[in-house]
């Protein structure tokens, strides 16, 4: 079965600093991966997905995120904080089968000081 | 487009009581899902659909049913409401094959006492 594990359940940083959201994936087939931002009292909106057509995504509000199979990783980085990017962050893979179940992480808030 | 919508946002229940979540897309996805998420815990699925007749459970299935008899409507019944069942329930959609990215509705936040 596929698995998530996000390390750190609270990340800081201070705005215009490097945001970095770890994110290691467990799967028995080539993985589908995602990010997803939850704003607060909001739904999941995706930030960005790996399908496997390359290595480096590029997703929303200037947030990417590189596929690297040899460390079963798929880390979140934006180059500049911004205020504005203070949510919940969840990573994703998707499940084998016909159904395209999704396996969530347990998330990371992201705080931004000034 | 409305894309996914939830009813009701809020609702408090007593140890008991029984009531239906109700979600209704209008981008004609034949998938549907709804999970519930917990503090700490990520999003877990209760129950899936990949066609309008077609359900099945997700790894957290006791307590909740489910039934799928349009396309556009995926209402969960809780029945015996317990505090064990105070969450936020999201659902969600995607249409057939890919890409495979699931699409969010607001939520809904219950509380049982």
């Known amino acids: 079965a596929q698995s998530v594990t996000q390390l750190g359940s609270h990340v800081s940083v201070s705005e215009g600093a490097l945001v970095l959201l770890r994110c290691n994936y467990s799967s028995s087939v080539p993985p589908y991966l995602f990010w997803y931002v939850q704003y607060p009292n909001q739904g999941l909106q995706l930030l960005l997905k790996?399908?496997?057509?390359?290595?480096l995504v590029k997703g929303i509000n200037g947030f990417e995120a590189e596929f690297k199979k040899s460390e079963t990783s798929f880390h979140l980085t934006k180059p500049s904080a911004h205020m504005s990017d203070a949510a919940e962050y969840f990573c994703a893979v998707k499940e084998a089968g016909t159904a395209s179940k999704l396996t969530f992480g347990t998330g990371t808030r992201l705080q931004v000081t000034l | 487009n409305a894309g996914v919508t939830q009813t009701p946002k809020f609702r408090i229940l007593k140890i008991g009581q029984s009531m239906t979540l109700q979600c209704t897309q209008d981008m004609n996805h034949n998938y549907m899902y709804w999970y519930r998420q917990d503090p700490g815990m990520g999003l877990k699925l209760i129950y899936y659909s990949v066609g309008a007749g077609i359900t099945d459970k997700g790894e957290v299935p006791n307590g909740y049913n489910v039934s799928r008899s349009t396309t556009e409507d995926f209402p969960l019944r809780l029945e015996l409401a317990a505090p064990s069942q105070t969450s936020v329930y999201f659902c969600a959609t995607k249409p057939g094959g890919a890409p495979y990215e699931q699409y969010f509705g607001p939520g809904t936040r219950l509380t049982v006492t």
């Open positions: 790996y399908t496997s057509a390359a290595t």
